[in-house]
Structures are given as structure tokens and as C-alpha cells.
């Protein structure tokens, strides 16, 4: 559905994209992690159309995005600074919107009030932060878009709020099939709705798989030994912690493989934990050569 390949995009001397590829399935809910600097606002505004790739390719449905009305009449952008004109309130910017989106349904707009109970009269360079961000979702979603991007998308959003907007973005997923791409640092609240995620650094994609996969493929091992023993040198460790007898893997490559490698050196006992996603992207990065300290397990 959503595809970029192999996209290069510098700013001066600033390289941002370098050679970057993604892709998002129809349907599926895309989450793009990395730190500081990684370059996921400059790739979601290469899908939303507002930057133009040096070179590479921005795709969806097969179409170029850049300058394509048709396409980009089927792509809503909710970024972490919601776009207004200097007086507009929401109100005025629904009938902006209106007027680009052949799909903007004006009563599902007004079925929205419910959850966005606030001034629609009132400017929207007025409103909290919170609130401007709860009306880039009221517009987005009044756009019945085909494609969905996120940039910090709930940041200053009240918690109830929050869990109403993700359960209203995931019902349109799977009842509309639309596709999301969520670009955000909040690793756990995409934990929760993410189906596939992209790890990217310095403009390139490092991983990129389902998310159920990556936490197979990269596991945390305690066990504990009568004395030191060597570990297999084919195990593919990340990291190594000890505590007294006790020492803590975080070791790549999936759960069975592992198992039955430290099994063979018969340890005293030994337990599989479950990673979260912001271990995962932690010791990802460590093995891109990140130095990862003091990590609590």
C-alpha cells in the first residue's frame, strides 16, 4: 500500500534519508521508532507529499505521492504541530478541508462532538496544545482517509482522550481498512497498537518486521550456573549482566535456538522473560553500536 524505496533526502550537508526503504501493507498499523535525529518526521512528510525525495521513491497504492492530488486526496497528516491559519477555529478549517477531500464526510464530523467537546468557534492558535492536536484528529478522521499518517500523534493528550482517539484510529483499521503510520518516541503506547514496526537510524532503516516476530527474534535469558562456563560461541549475545551466579542475556536470533544452546551447557536453571519494545529498540541500537549502560532488568 505504502511503500518508500530506497529514498535519499539532505538538507544541505544535513543527509536526513539515506536511501531509506518502507512498507506498510493495507490495513496494517506501521509504527517507526528511532532516536533523536533518525530522520521519521522527514519520512512521514515524504508520505504525506509535503517534501520531495532527491531520489528514490514514495509510493502508495503504486502511485507517486509528491504533487498527486488524486493520492494525496486519500492521505490524512496529523503532525505533532497541527496546521491552522493564523484566525482559523476548527470550524473554519473543516470547511477548508472540505473543499480538498472529496471523502470528508460532514456528518461524521458532527457525530465526533461527543469526543472532541470543545469550542469549534474558537481560533485554534487559542486552544492548549492538547486541544489543537484533539482537532487535527476530528479533521483527519472527518477526511475518511485511505492512508493515515502520525506524526507524536497523542503528545499533550489527555489519558482519556488518548484511549478514545487510538480505539477511533484502530476501529478505522480494521472496519475500513485504513493503513496508519504512527512515528513516536512513546514506544509503549505503540506496543499497543502496532502490528509492524521500523527501526530506523541516521536515515536508514535498520528493522523492519511484524512486531510479534521482533520479540521473538530478540529474547532476555536469566540462568545461573554451579561455576563459570563459557557460552556457546554460536549464541548471538547483545548484552550480558550478572548478579552474583545470576546472568541476564538479551540474545538475538529467537527463543528456540537459544534455549537449546544454553541447554547444552547445562545451567542450574533458566527462564525466558518477555521484552517490551523499548528493551528491543535499545539493544537494537546497541548492536548498530550504541553503547548501552546501566539498562534495569
Aim: proline share 4%; hydrophobic share 40%; net charge negative.
Amino acid at each position: 500500500m505504502l511503500k518508500l524505496i530506497d529514498v535519499n533526502k539532505s538538507f544541505g550537508e544535513v543527509k536526513a534519508l539515506n536511501g531509506m526503504s518502507l512498507h506498510a501493507k493495507k490495513g496494517s498499523v506501521y509504527g517507526i521508532i528511532g532516536p533523536n535525529g533518525a530522520g521519521k518526521s522527514t519520512a512521514v512528510r515524504h508520505m504525506a507529499g509535503i517534501y520531495r525525495q532527491d531520489s528514490g521513491q514514495v509510493l502508495v497504492g503504486g502511485e507517486p505521492v509528491f504533487e498527486n492530488t488524486e493520492i494525496k486526496s486519500k492521505i490524512a497528516y496529523v503532525p505533532d504541530d497541527v496546521f491552522c491559519f493564523p484566525m482559523a477555529t476548527t470550524q473554519d478549517m473543516m470547511q477548508y478541508y472540505k473543499s480538498f477531500y472529496p471523502n470528508f464526510r460532514t456528518e461524521r464530523f458532527e457525530k465526533l462532538r461527543e469526543l472532541f467537546d470543545f469550542d469549534i468557534k474558537r481560533p485554534m492558535r487559542k486552544l492548549s496544545r492538547g486541544m489543537k492536536k484533539q482537532a487535527g484528529f476530528w479533521l483527519a478522521f472527518s477526511m475518511m482517509p485511505e492512508v493515515l499518517i502520525l506524526d507524536e500523534p497523542v503528545d499533550g493528550m489527555d489519558p482519556v482522550v488518548r484511549r478514545s482517539v487510538w480505539r477511533l484510529a484502530l476501529q478505522d483499521v480494521a472496519e475500513r481498512g485504513t493503513t496508519m503510520i504512527v512515528a513516536s518516541h512513546n514506544l509503549r503506547e505503540l506496543e499497543d497498537v502496532c502490528d509492524t514496526v521500523g527501526i530506523i537510524e541516521k536515515g536508514k532503516m535498520l528493522h523492519e518486521c511484524r512486531l510479534d516476530e521482533m520479540q521473538e527474534n530478540v529474547v532476555k535469558i536469566q540462568l545461573a550456573y554451579e561455576s563459570e562456563r563459557e557460552l556457546p560461541p554460536e549464541l548471538h549475545v547483545l548484552n550480558i549482566s550478572q548478579s552474583g551466579k545470576v546472568k541476564t542475556l538479551i540474545v538475538k536470533g529467537g527463543t528456540e535456538r537459544a534455549t537449546e544452546l544454553l541447554k547444552s551447557t547445562n545451567p542450574l536453571f533458566m527462564d525466558v522473560l518477555n521484552m517490551s519494545l523499548e528493551e528491543i529498540f535499545i539493544y537494537e541500537l546497541g548492536g548498530a553500536g550504541y553503547e548501552v549502560k546501566d539498562i534495569i532488568l
